[in-house]
């Protein structure tokens, strides 16, 4: 991509209206242009990262069985009387009537919505479990839309739901979207604590939010940081295994506010391994048993004849958040370098011709670099236009591609000006740059 074609506005200085950095960012390279109060257009890079972001929330959920299906944004009020929500949703809701006067809302969540439609097709316990999920625009008329994308009124996320015989069976369930939360997140390079939660408005009785620590974060909690050493690398999606990962990550004693006793914290935590700080919820994961099904009527035969209601959790991702999250996790802001982890970076490689008059060498040997990186896949961002290198490269920094090559004075011949954002600057041949950057991608 040559950055003169490019439709990536950088702007020269942070924006006075954004308090903090993912928000001062994605103003300043351009990635969301605000439409009105908490809803935004997404530019091409900002669109280009939250979707390899949705790709990977995508595929950890694909490998733990769930089915993609995709429900619509309006949904019609009846299903949500039924429920008894569409009274205690209150004024988050954004209700709309159409040309017949009929009741429609623009969907904050979908448990009615997904009930509806398993209830009119699955009538047997031999179908279960069932995991559904889709990624699609929420709405929530939030009262204090702040942070640009991070508390938006319109926000894109990915929802499933787990339907299950037997209480057993759903926590069976839980615990699977339990460890493919643990890995997305992973792969989004991406610390996020699985922390037990207040159940709220959607109610039930078991209850994890997915918390990444930041500073400028809505959510208060309350940790042992001994939970931060704990990974699932080893966890199979076998029930025992599942289960002492759970058991593993519940032994520590890690809350939001909602849920914190500050006895029990005090108790339960020596004081050397207590952490009080804030994080960014980027999950929320709830078990809620019948809560849905037995006021929608969603039953299922059981083997001896009898007829249960279905046992349901929900597993929401805040795939937009995850943008701002990831550069709240990222970026730099003092020296204003963003290096995006190479799993969702907008380009793998920025290059960065120093372009002098009358002298087209530098963006022909730019041009062959390009080539041969597409030949092995690695898309590259190329500056072409003929501003000074040194504000090219503050350029850059700002879009984030995690590594760079300078194509001027130092990048003779054969042996390039390389560096991982960051990092040091090396001398070395386009075949060892490409090794490098084929490796790391490889390995995510
Ligand atoms: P919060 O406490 O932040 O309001 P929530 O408990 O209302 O979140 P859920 O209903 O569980 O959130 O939604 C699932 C995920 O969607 C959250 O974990 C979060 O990442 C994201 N999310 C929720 N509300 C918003 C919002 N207003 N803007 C952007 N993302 C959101
Ligand atoms: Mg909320």
């Not at 103003?27 to 790709?55: C, H, N, T």
């Not at 593993?248 to 050397?272: G, L, S």
């Not at 040997?365 to 090219?392: F, P, W, Y």
């Amino acid at each position: 991509m040559l950055l003169s074609n490019s439709f990536i506005p950088i702007l020269r200085d942070n924006p006075s209206e954004a308090k903090i950095k993912s928000h001062q960012l994605m103003l300043r390279v351009g990635m969301i242009k605000q439409a009105s109060a908490g809803i935004y257009s997404w530019l091409p890079l900002g669109f280009k990262i939250m979707k390899k972001i949705e790709d990977i929330v995508r595929q950890e959920q694909n490998k733990i069985g769930a089915q993609e299906i995709l429900m619509p944004t309006i949904q019609s009020s009846d299903i949500w009387k039924e429920s008894g929500r569409y009274d205690d949703y209150g004024e988050e809701m954004l209700r709309i009537k159409d040309r017949q006067n009929r009741d429609m809302l623009y969907g904050p969540t979908n448990e009615e919505q997904v009930t509806e439609i398993f209830r009119s097709s699955i009538k047997s316990y031999k179908s279960l479990p069932q995991l559904l999920y889709h990624i699609q625009w929420k709405f929530r008329d939030e009262i204090r839309p702040r942070f640009g994308i991070m508390r938006g009124r319109e926000f894109y996320m990915k929802d499933a739901y787990s339907f299950d015989v037997s209480d057993e069976e759903a926590l069976y369930s839980y615990n699977k979207f339990f460890l493919s939360y643990l890995r997305t997140f992973k792969r989004l390079s991406l610390t996020a604590i699985p922390m037990a939660a207040d159940t709220g408005p959607i109610g039930g009785n078991l209850s994890h939010e997915f918390i990444i620590l930041a500073e400028t974060g809505e959510s208060k909690i309350f940790t042992d940081k001994r939970i931060f050493d704990l990974n699932s690398d080893d966890t199979e999606l076998k029930r025992d295994s599942l289960d002492n990962m759970r058991k593993k990550y519940e032994a520590f004693y890690a809350v939001t506010d909602e849920k914190f006793n500050k006895k029990e914290f005090e108790k339960i935590v020596t004081e050397n391994n207590r952490l009080i700080t804030k994080g960014i919820e980027v999950g929320h994961i709830f078990y809620f048993g019948d809560k849905y099904s037995k006021s929608m009527g969603a039953s299922v035969d059981l083997p001896g004849g009898k007829k249960d209601f279905v046992k349901m959790g929900s597993y929401g991702i805040g795939v937009s958040r995850l943008v701002g999250a990831i550069i709240e996790a990222k970026y730099d802001d003092k020296n204003e370098i963003m290096k995006w982890p190479l799993s969702v970076a907008p380009y793998d490689i920025a290059l960065i011709p120093m372009i002098k008059k009358n002298d087209s060498s530098a963006m022909e040997k730019t041009i062959n670099i390009n080539n041969e990186l597409l030949k092995n896949n690695i898309e590259a961002v190329i500056d072409d236009t003929d501003e000074n290198i040194s504000s090219k490269i503050k350029k850059m920094n700002l879009i984030g591609a995690p590594f760079q090559i300078i194509i001027g004075k130092k990048s003779e011949g054969d042996l390039l000006e390389f560096k991982e954002v960051g990092g040091e600057t090396k001398n070395i041949p386009l075949s060892k740059i490409i090794e490098t950057i084929t490796n790391k991608k490889n390995s995510i």
